[in-house]
């Protein structure tokens, strides 16, 4: 093995726990609004890509489409999200409501408001390693999975 993968092992077992306990947190402030993590992604999804079939769903997220149909079924009961018919009458898309608008406007809100709140109680140079890390960590999103 080589220097290189052992210190990106290293890394990766320090940073996992971090980003773990980050998500969780965050997640916790979209449950407080009574919706989970995984809707809050949904909703994004569907807001980022109007019109998107639950079957394009599923296959960004990962999940079976009889998986997505249960989840597209509950954010439809909630009224988050509706189903539209466009000009071609078989496909069938999915589009935020209003309230699923407010609903992932709030939970943005208090994401980022649980995040500045911690920010500031770091230092300076604290904050300026986390800011000169945001460009490796978005690539780290990006690299190619072996």
Known sequence: MTQDRTSARALADQLRPVLLRLARELRREAQSLGITGGQVALLAQIRANPGITASELAERERMSAPGMSGHVGRLEAARLIERTRGSDRRRIGLTLTPEGAKILASVRKRRTVWLADHLEGLNDDER??????????????EAPTR
């Open 128 to 141: 300026e390693a986390i800011e000169a890390a945001l460009p490796a960590l978005e690539r780290l999103l």
